[in-house]
T-cell receptor, first 111, second 113 residues
Framework: QQQVRQSPQSLTVWEGETAILNCSYEDSTFDYFPWYHQFPGESPALLIAIRPVSNKKEDGRFTIFFNKREKKFSLHIADSQPGDSATYFC??????????FGQGTSLSVVP | EAAVTQSPRSKVAVTGGKVTLSCHQTNNHDYMYWYRQDTGHGLRLIHYSYVADSTEKGDIPDGYKASRPSQENFSLILELASLSQTAVYFCASSGTNSGNTLYFGEGSRLIVV
């Protein structure tokens, strides 16, 4: 099975700090890299996604940084808020494969 | 808004019994998926389907069967439920009108005793 590895498993930041969540993949054919978030008791939902035509994708306080050479991408959450506390999943896919999810990062933002 | 509904939302099953989890989508999506969520393992793909009357194995298909009788409906079947199948199961759909975005159902919590 193609691997998508996510770190850290859990992360605690203070309100206002930038949270950084990391992901790496193995399959060089992967060309779609989304992040999903899941609030307690709810289902996962798409947060933001990038295709490697660029190395960066921003949406408000959320930014994906992509490094094709190292096969890594990260999610930066600027000015973290308590309402951002959730589990975040990175994922990867190609035209030839279904989405493969990472193991998840549990983020806690402390007021 | 995209809608994927699952039933039952929660179930307790006896080891060796048969369990059927149902999923219905009104998104007009071609693709439907069944994922299993366990702590520390993220979301793992069990079965998926891209057209009615056809299903494909995902990454962890052992012990599970799937059925797609129509575009809107996709079922996951555990013929002989085992303790190791205790988990939360999510159905999802995607289609050309949604790009690669998966729309998930509310989840079905299965406890096998």
């Amino acid at each position: 099975q193609q691997q998508v590895r996510q770190s850290p498993q859990s992360l605690t930041v203070w309100e206002g700090e930038t949270a950084i969540l990391n992901c790496s993949y193995e399959d060089s054919t992967f060309d779609y890299f989304p992040w999903y978030h899941q609030f307690p008791g709810e289902s996962p939902a798409l947060l933001i996604a990038i295709r490697p035509v660029s190395n960066k994708k921003e949406d408000g306080r959320f930014t994906i940084f992509f490094n094709k050479r190292e096969k890594k991408f990260s999610l930066h959450i600027a000015d973290s808020q308590p309402g951002d506390s959730a589990t975040y999943f990175c994922a990867s896919s190609s035209s030839f494969s279904k989405l493969v999810f990472g193991q998840g990062t549990s983020l806690s933002v402390v007021p | 808004e995209a809608a994927v509904t699952q039933s039952p939302r929660s179930k307790v099953a006896v080891t060796g019994g048969k369990v059927t989890l149902s999923c219905h989508q009104t998104n007009n999506h071609d693709y439907m998926y069944w994922y299993r969520q366990d702590t520390g393992h993220g979301l793992r793909l069990i079965h998926y389907s891209y057209v009615a009357d056809s299903t494909e194995k995902g990454d962890i298909p052992d012990g599970y069967k799937a059925s797609r009788p129509s575009q809107e409906n996709f079922s996951l079947i555990l013929e002989l439920a085992s303790l190791s199948q205790t988990a939360v199961y999510f159905c999802a759909s995607s289609g050309t009108n949604s790009g690669n975005t998966l729309y998930f159902g509310e989840g079905s919590r299965l406890i096998v005793v």
